[in-house]
């Protein structure tokens, strides 16, 4: 057997050179492994991440799939697939903005469509941002009109496709409604309908919004209805229940009913209080406050003004710094006759939320009331200029234009009857037509008086032409007027003043005097040359719309040395109230007493009465400022007449106005009455006609 040492091969010595290129072989091998086995790793980290971004955008996790994204370009910041991936990740989460602009960047760029989806997205995802709370309240549109103004971008560069020119249509609806452009949503809404495009089920409410501004509720009724089919679950906080907005078109629409029982069901299966997160104290439901309000304003508008503010005062006394309580509450104060009230409890709102414009609006509907109307448009004007497409800014202007603007008053009156006292057939007219406020305080008009009668002497006739100064404070009314005669039986210019002062929402005082008593003076005494001083004074006592006592009293000094004084007193009181309909009722006592009998008029040593007061008034149709209602008169009672004895009085008047539009107005009466005049019974009939225009 051959040893170990023999089977090896023979090897030759090395040398230096050798040494030395075998070293740098080791070392470049050793190199190039590494370097091998780094691109190796590097490859399966980066496939890794990769992958797990995808995994976790599949699994919805996008915030998770952005962060390993992003880990991902930190080592490979030109990897275009990760780039793509983040674009795409970015715009899911909201940011679309930043996808956008991120996509542009992108080299190679994405696919037109691509593209294209993009900036539908950054222009939807400003529609969302226009429905918050606006930066800078004094300007609430510029979200909105930004949004808009990216869709009619993004409109202009990718119309041709149809699926997403619609997605995008349906958008700008939104931002429309978001914007107070309810006339461009209106009108795009039915080109959309024109070109068989579908909108699409979140952007219904919005757009049925609009439809509702635009003043055509029978048209949103069943795009509310369908959004509200769309979305059974509860509404998210920053939502906007578009069950209060069907609640209006019902309203709007005439159906009264449905309006509240919807409203009504709305607000009983909303919880009062929601958990807190991190607090064991509950918070506010506001859909819950809302529909509450909501059914408090439909009440007010069918005319249950108690109930209204019942339910809205016992919600403002839960939530105290609710500021949209207050606002309402004053609204609702405003609307029983309260504009002191209202005043006062619309500043606690904008105490509480000095940013809130429709409390502007609110006090500025008390100041008119109130006449007090330098302060109104400084107000409005402030309004405007952050709000000029409101609706109810808009709403709030015209109301004010018209009253501000030219006044027109006609009454007509004409009488058939037996009575000496006015003759077999009589009518008085009277139109008086007012400049518009000069200086916030004065009106001047002009004013004419006819008035005649067919008397037992012959035909008696008083007819008047002139001239008058009205003037206006907060809380105070006062005119002066000259009235010229004309014809022969209209002796003596006739100078007449009054002044209406109302101190608090709750008394009234009157006082009026004219120097020939037109208001008083029979047209018989006219006849024969009879003028009178007369002095005419009144106290009201209204402490809500549900009653009122008024007392009244007058003195005249006839030219022929007659004296005559006299006072009545009224009390009446809501008997019952539904929707749109009032029933009154109440007594009515009074007394006169003249110095002298043998003169040629109606002339009682002494008289009195007492009666009892009815009176009906409903509304027959409403259509937003066009109206048509009835209202019925009625009185029985007992009339005393010294010397002839009692016997009974009663009158009765239907009568019915009509208003087209805002700020004109038509009336009509026919009335009937019979009381004994000297112990002979007058049976009288009556028709009186009435015109206004202006506010």
């Known amino acids: 057997m051959q040893s170990a040492r023999t089977l090896q091969p023979v090897i030759a010595a090395p040398t230096h050179r050798h040494i030395a290129r075998l070293a740098l072989l080791t070392l470049a091998y050793c190199v190039s492994a590494a370097h091998a086995t780094t691109a190796t790793n590097d490859q399966a980290t980066h496939d890794q991440l990769l992958a797990n971004a995808r995994q976790q955008r ?13 880990t991902l370009l930190q080592r490979w910041p030109n990897d275009a697939e990760a780039q793509r991936l983040r674009v795409r990740l970015l715009s899911e989460l909201g940011a679309a903005n930043q996808a956008l602009q991120l996509a542009r960047e992108l080299s190679p760029s994405l696919a037109p469509d691509d593209m294209a989806r993009l900036e539908a997205d950054a222009a939807a995802h400003q529609t969302r941002w226009a429905k918050a709370e606006p930066a800078d309240p004094r300007q609430p549109y510029a979200e909105a009109d930004r949004a808009i103004a990216l869709q009619d971008d993004a409109l202009t560069r990718h119309g041709n496709t149809p699926a997403l020119a619609t997605e995008i249509r349906a958008d700008r609806l939104v931002s429309y409604d978001q914007a107070s452009r309810s006339a461009a949503a209106v009108s795009d809404y039915d080109a959309m ?5 579908n909108m699409p089920p979140y952007a219904a409410a919005a757009m049925a919004d609009a439809l509702l501004q635009q003043r055509q509720p029978e048209r949103a009724i069943p795009l509310y209805e369908a959004s509200i089919r769309h979305h059974p679950d509860a509404y998210a906080e920053n939502e906007t229940d578009p069950r ?28 009062t209080w929601l958990p807190a997160p ?18 408090a304003q439909v009440r007010q508008q069918a005319w249950l003004y108690r109930e209204a503010w019942q339910r809205i005062d016992a919600l403002r006394a839960q939530a105290p710094a609710n500021s949209t309580l207050w606002r309402e509450l004053g609204d609702v104060e405003r609307a029983r006759g309260w504009p002191r009230r209202s005043e006062d409890t619309l500043a606690g709102a904008a105490s509480l939320d000095p940013e809130d414009i429709a409390v502007r609006l609110g ?78 305080r004065w009106r001047i008009y002009g004013i004419t ?6 008397l037992p002497e012959g035909k008696g006739q008083r007819d008047r032409l002139g001239l008058g100064l009205r003037g206006y404070a907060r809380g105070l009314e006062a005119y002066v007027q000259a009235l010229q005669g004309i014809g022969g039986e209209s002796r003596r210019d006739t100078l007449e003043a009054g002044v209406r002062w109302f101190p608090s929402d709750y008394w009234t005082f009157v006082l009026g005097w004219s120097n020939t008593g037109d208001q008083d003076v029979p047209l018989r005494a006219s006849h024969y040359g009879i003028t009178a001083h007369t002095l005419d004074a009144s106290v009201q ?30 009390w009446m009181q809501r008997a019952y109230t ?48 066009r109206s048509w209602r009835q209202r019925i008169d009625i009185a029985a009672g007992s009339y005393h007449e010294c010397r002839y004895g009692s016997g009974w009085m009663a009158s009765l008047r239907y009568g019915q106005t009509f208003a087209p539009r805002g700020g004109l107005a038509f009336g009509w009466g026919l009335g009937w009455s019979s009381q004994p005049y000297d112990g002979k019974r007058d049976n009288r009939v009556t028709l009186d006609l009435t015109m206004h225009w202006g506010e």
């Not at 309908?193 to 495009?197: I, P, S, V």
């Not at 209006?248 to 509240?260: H, I, K, P, S, W």
């Not at 008086?449 to 067919?454: F, N, P, Q, T």
Request: proline residues 4%; aromatic residues 8%; contains cysteine.
């Open 244 to 271: 209060i907005g069907l609640t209006y078109a019902y309203l709007e629409a005439g159906r009264y009913r449905d309006a509240v029982t919807l409203i009504d069901r709305t607000a009983a299966a909303e919880k």
């Open 193 to 197: 309908q024109r070109d068989g495009g």
């Open 58 to 70: 599949d699994s919805g996790h996008r915030m998770e799939a952005l962060a390993a994204c992003e």
């Open 449 to 454: 008086r006819l008035a005649s009668a067919s």
């Open 578 to 625: 539904a929707p749109w309909f009032t029933l009154d009722g109440g007594v009515e006592l009074g007394s006169t007493r003249n110095t002298r009998t043998d003169v040629p008029y109606y002339s009682p040593t002494c008289a009195r009465w007492a009666a009892l007061d009815g009176q009906l008034e409903s509304l027959l149709y409403q259509r937003y400022e």
């Open 363 to 440: 006090v500025i509907d008390s100041w008119r009331e109130l006449n007090d109307f330098r302060r109104v448009e400084p107000a409005l004007q402030q309004v405007e200029a952050v709000i000029p497409r409101d609706p109810q800014a808009q709403l709030a202007r015209q109301a004010w234009d018209r009253q501000r603007g030219w006044q027109f008053d006609l009454d007509h009156s004409r009488g058939q009857g037996g009575a000496p006292n006015y003759g077999d057939s009589d009518h008085e007219t009277q139109a008086t037509l007012q400049s518009p406020l000069l200086d916030d």
């Open 278 to 295: 991190g607090s064991t104290r509950p918070r506010d439901n506001a859909h819950k406050t809302d529909a509450d309000i909501a059914a």
């Open 541 to 570: 006592w209204r402490p809500s719309e549900l009653s009122s006592v008024k007392l009244g009293g007058s003195q005249d000094h006839f030219s022929d040395g007659n004296r005559r004084r006299g006072w009545q007193a009224q």
